[in-house]
């Protein structure tokens, strides 16, 4: 069963616009660290906190939050693949959805991304607090932070294209910085792996930021992931 969360700070105490918000991950804990941030901000509200994925489906079905923080890698993943599928392609146009996020290791996230629903957004687990809750804010805001995908098989091939024309403007260590970006590491830990200083690299990812239109690491992990599959 998954933990339905009554407590906390009263509806007189929050904002008017207020995002319910289901955790589920494997991990109690990463869903307490996930509890801590979002528990002491004003403007989200976490209704229930899961460790399995029946128990995180039983929670959208039954409380229909605004957004779903949901590790990728949880067994039977799959189901909620499914349901959330299902839901987006039943749902009357005016009924409420919910927003599935996956909160993962790029590895597990390049997993989800091609079956997750189109709407579904992805943010890596390196995250920082503060870029975390600003990438959430985004995402309540109506911003999805994965790559778009077409039904349009033209459009899709033109999309590709697009992307690969950008991809070639890129330098070997550019393209490398972006391959260990979509791996989850840090910009210290890039910098130990290729030997070049912070400072090196902040520049690089702005350059590679400039050239691909993307405005943060985790959208470019998510194209890297998108282009090249797999992180390894």
Known sequence: MFSALLGGTSAEERPMACTNVVIA???PIVLEGLSMVLGALADF???ASCESTPSCIEAINNLAPDIAIVDPAMPECA?????SSHASQNRLPESHSTHLIFFGSSEDCALVLESGPPTCSIIL????PEALVGFLRRIADGDSLAPPTSPDPVASQEERANADDMLATLTDRERQIMHLVSKGLSN?????RLNIADGTIKQHLHNIFQKLEVSN???LAALAIAQYGRAT
């Open 188 to 192: 210290k830990e890039i910098g130990r």
């Open 79 to 83: 189901e909620l693949l499914a349901f």
């Open 25 to 27: 991950h494997r991990h």
């Open 125 to 128: 687990t390196d995250a920082e």
């Open 217 to 219: 690491r985790t959208v």
């Open 45 to 47: 509200k976490i209704v």
